[in-house]
């Protein structure tokens, strides 16, 4: 992957990128088959990513008709990788003997190790006999739908089809490796003010805060609409205030250190709550009931900085906060979920959500369509990346444990083939228009 490296740091043509040859091996990061009941018997909060991620190299499949190539200068962390890494709720090695019986192009993917990783930005090396649009040569990030097109579902809306996958955790040959196999309809133009790892850490959480928030499959965000936001400078959530904020509604976002309301003000969103400093407690000890005085504290404190219940409630911690959830939602509002990071048996008070029309919407990544417009936002300096620190792919274990102990704010990017940051970018004049301050923001705050 050297020689690649090199000639797209010298700027080689397409043609010249197109007559290197692929290796057989690429380094890449991976679980183990042999080692998914490594954690057995081990609260989650004691399994550690970093005894199960391994960097080494692996064996270069072969190349469908429908697929690129890529040489990934960057990725990302991810929190499904943080599930992979920790088996849980279910190894992933399912989902590849799944995807191993669907086809000969899937029999590829059931493999002993599982390399892992759903974002990536860098370069085109091959294309498929099937491929339309794209060349060697060519600069993208990759979103994570993997997805063919032979369901009549896809053709409403790819998210519906019945197999329908995550690439990098429903699939192999991730995107935290040098080289990465995806098919044609994950590319997207990478944005060229920004650097190899700020364009790597968007796709995933960005596609999936935009279709919640601003889709017609999400809650629809209008003008003026209050939207709750959990974890908000988390990676949704640091999206999710942008969205809020360029749409005209009002960002309620909750944190939970001081810090992070310093950086939340400074993204833009004045009303904040520090969910430690507050101290909620919506479960009693012995974590089977709830106690409504404690949604209501919650709700006051929102109208205490707002003035009213929110329009939506942006849902992803599941278990410890969606009975909260739905109380504090306005008579009429929304409350959409895509994720259940603390538990996925929810339990609310029904009565809540039908007395005041309250909704329930469920979303989980994005189409094409959806994941297209949002790097759109991005690479019109609309939406800015939320990077706030940067490991090399030898550290990914690291990496995925901050993320998992929740240490992080925004995305963690990590270094592939990139041999270091702030490379990559290909219209700095667009970049100093944007504003190095706002792009940088999530990387100052993290230094
Ligand atoms: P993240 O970067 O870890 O951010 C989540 C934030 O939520 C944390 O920073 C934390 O912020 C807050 N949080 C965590 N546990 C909480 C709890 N018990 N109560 C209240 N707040 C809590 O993760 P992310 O990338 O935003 O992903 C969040 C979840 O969504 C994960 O489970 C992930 O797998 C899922 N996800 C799903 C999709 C999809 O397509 N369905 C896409 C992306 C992510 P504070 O500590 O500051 O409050």
Redesign the pocket.
């Known amino acids: 992957m050297q020689v690649f490296l090199e000639a797209i740091q010298s700027g080689a043509s397409g043609e010249d990128i197109a007559a290197i040859p692929i290796p057989e091996s690429y380094r890449g990061a991976f679980v183990l088959r042999d080692e998914q009941n490594m954690f057995e018997g081990l609260e989650s909060a004691d399994k550690d990513p970093r005894k199960s991620l391994h960097v080494d190299e692996v064996a270069t499949p072969e190349l469908a008709p429908d697929e690129a190539f890529i040489a990934v200068m960057a990725s990302a962390i991810?929190?499904?990788t943080?599930?992979t890494s920790i088996f849980e709720p279910l190894s992933t090695f399912g989902f590849l003997e799944r995807l191993g019986k669907e086809s000969q192009w899937g029999a590829r993917h059931a493999l002993p190790h599982h390399v892992v990783g759903s974002d990536a930005a860098g370069v085109v090396l091959r294309v498929g006999s099937a491929v339309r649009n794209w060349k060697p040569g060519d600069r993208v990030v990759v979103h994570c739908n993997y997805v063919d097109d032979q369901d009549p579902s896809a053709h409403d809306d790819s998210m519906l089809a019945s197999n329908q996958r995550?690439w990098g955790f429903e699939s192999n040959f991730g995107g935290l490796a040098d080289l990465s196999v995806v098919k044609a309809n994950q590319l997207m133009p990478k944005p060229e003010h920004l650097s190899w790892e700020e364009a790597a850490c968007n796709a995933?959480?960005n596609s999936?805060s935009y279709r919640m928030l601003v889709s017609p499959n999400g809650a629809v965000m209008k003008q003026g609409d209050v939207v709750f936001i959990?974890?908000?400078?988390?990676?949704?959530?640091g999206y999710a205030v942008q969205y809020v904020l360029n749409g005209g509604g009002i960002p309620v976002g909750?944190?939970?250190?001081p810090e992070?309301v310093d950086l939340l003000h400074e993204l833009g969103c004045e009303a904040v709550i520090d969910?430690?400093a507050a101290g909620y407690k919506f479960w009693g000890d012995d974590g089977t009931t709830q106690d409504e005085k404690e949604w209501r504290r919650l709700g006051k404190d929102i109208r205490g900085l707002v003035g009213e219940d929110p329009h939506i409630v942006f849902e992803?911690?599941?278990r410890?906060?969606m009975g909260a959830s739905v109380f504090v939602a306005a008579r009429g509002g929304t409350v959409v979920t895509?994720?259940?990071?603390?538990g996925y048996m929810i339990e609310y008070d029904n009565r809540h959500l039908w007395m005041k029309l309250k909704s329930i919407r469920s979303?989980?990544?994005a189409n094409y369509k959806e994941a297209w417009e949002a790097n759109r936002l991005i690479s019109k300096g609309m939406i800015q990346p939320i990077l706030s620190a940067v490991h090399p792919l030898t550290d990914v274990g690291e990496a995925a444990f901050s993320?998992h102990k929740?240490l992080?704010?925004?995305?963690i990017g990590v270094l592939c083939l990139a041999p270091g940051e702030g490379q990559g970018i290909d219209d700095p004049a667009f970049r100093d228009k944007v504003g190095e301050d706002k792009i940088t923001l999530f990387r100052r705050h993290g230094a």
């Open positions: 991810n929190f499904n943080v599930w995550i995933l959480c999936t959990w974890g908000a400078s988390g990676g949704l959530g909750v944190v939970s250190s992070k969910r430690r992803h911690p599941g410890q906060t895509c994720a259940a990071t603390s979303s989980h990544f993320v929740n992080h704010e925004g995305k």
